[in-house]
């Protein structure tokens, strides 16, 4: 999550690590699973997706990546924030002046 956000503060790492409610996680040995799931509610038939015709890794990683996921580093999974609020306790967004009576610390 730190390389999904760019993270260079520690401040902004507390946040982030705060905030993991925000983000989507689909792990790399999950991918098959996802993309089965994925061709399963679009009504494909089940000996098809167990067929082996199709990759399924490979349609899974190519279903995140086309929806927006990051791959993280070292192929362990794909990573997307969601809609849920982000709280900043610690850290401001990049260009807005820090609250009053707190400290910015870069």
Known sequence: MLEYEDCRTLKFALD???NLHC???VPSEGLADFAAEHLR??????????????????????LLETSGY????????????N???FVREYSTP????PVQGSMTIQ
């Not at 038939?45 to 082996?52: D, K, V």
């Not at 990049?94 to 002046?97: F, L, S």
């Open 16 to 18: 982030i690590s705060q």
């Open 83 to 85: 809609g849920r609020e």
């Open 23 to 25: 983000y989507e996680w």
């Open 41 to 62: 509610s679009r009504g494909m038939p089940e000996e098809l997706i167990r067929s082996g015709a199709i990759s399924l890794d490979d349609y899974g990683a190519n």
């Open 94 to 97: 990049a260009g807005e002046a």
């Open 70 to 81: 990051m791959e993280a580093s070292g192929d362990i999974g794909y990573l997307i924030r």
